[in-house]
């Protein structure tokens, strides 16, 4: 069965090798001159449920290390579909076949998950000429938070040529590695099969993904704290309206001077000192 699955995903690769070398319809008609679309379909449906069936068993000794480097059902099947899409360009009976709930019903598990984990980007070349590529999309990239999208989508620089490229891949090893700890704070498992859990934490996993909700928060409360601080401190008297005209005057013009911050802390002992001083003589009349 390996050497099936082997010999599919290498005239899978060659074939959409093929189709990318040349943009026009007559290696596509070629194609789908000696395979019809249902069939193309079908081996991708098939691929697909046997990708499931592998990862409910349990893998033997010795075969952990080598399944990252062999071809799984799953990714056989992944790429047949994206095969299966640049033909669909060119045959309107295929691109209806490729649709969940088209002309055939059964197997749209398997069109969902290949349509969704499957994106492409449109590359202007030198000559003006546009080009589309379609690429699988890893299951890790599930633990990019919004947040993370957003902030790589407005905060990436550009270069002397308008491309965001360079600043992107500069910020990679980052975002790849808070894949990681989503994926972890989780509990899931990349890899099927792998006996090296991590144990589930949906409570660190909810605050992570809401970063920017805590973040407001604790500004708010930051603010709050300041305001009860300015308005309820206990200082009265002349002294404490020079250091309220004083403050003032600092947040107003934003100069300081080294003596405000000796100046402000003998204001405060004086106005504490009368205090002690006021209460020892009440106690004092209050005995007499």
């Avoid at 993904?209 to 805590?214: D, L, Y």
Wanted: hydrophobic share 35%; proline share 4%.
């Amino acid at each position: 069965m390996d050497l099936v699955l082997e010999l599919k995903n290498n005239a899978s690769k060659l074939l959409l090798a093929i189709m990318e070398s040349r943009h026009d319809s007559e290696n596509a008609e070629r194609i789908l001159y000696n395979m019809r679309p249902k069939e193309l379909v079908e081996v991708i449906k098939k691929a697909y449920m046997q990708g499931e069936i592998e990862v409910e068993e349990p893998p033997q000794e010795g075969e952990g290390d080598e399944e990252e480097h062999s071809a799984s059902p799953l990714n056989v099947g992944h790429n047949i579909y994206i095969l299966a899409h640049q033909l669909a360009r060119h045959n309107k009976e295929l691109q209806a076949m490729l649709k969940p709930g088209g002309t055939y019903g059964e197997g749209d598990e398997a069109l969902e998950f290949y349509a969704k984990h499957t994106a492409q980007i449109e590359i202007v070349r030198l000559d003006r000429t546009m080009e589309q590529i379609v690429f699988p999309v890893p299951n890790i990239c599930e633990f990019l938070t919004q947040e993370s999208k957003l902030r790589v989508y407005y905060s990436t620089e550009r270069d002397e040529q308008g491309s965001k490229i360079n600043d992107f891949f500069l910020s990679a090893e980052d975002l790849f590695n808070e894949m990681n700890w989503q994926k972890k704070l989780r509990g899931t498992q990349e890899d099927p099969g792998n006996t090296n859990t991590v144990p589930s934490q949906p409570i660190l996993y909810w605050c992570s993904r809401n970063m920017s909700f805590w973040s407001s928060i604790s500004f708010n409360l930051a603010v709050l704290m300041n305001l009860l601080v300015a308005f309820f401190y206990p200082l009265e008297g002349r002294r404490g309206g020079r250091l309220w005209r004083k403050r003032f005057e600092v947040a107003a013009t934003g100069e300081t001077t080294p003596g405000d911050g000796y100046q402000t802390h003998a204001v405060i002992s004086e106005g504490k000192r009368e205090n002690q001083n006021s209460h020892v003589r009440n106690n004092l009349d209050e005995c007499v």
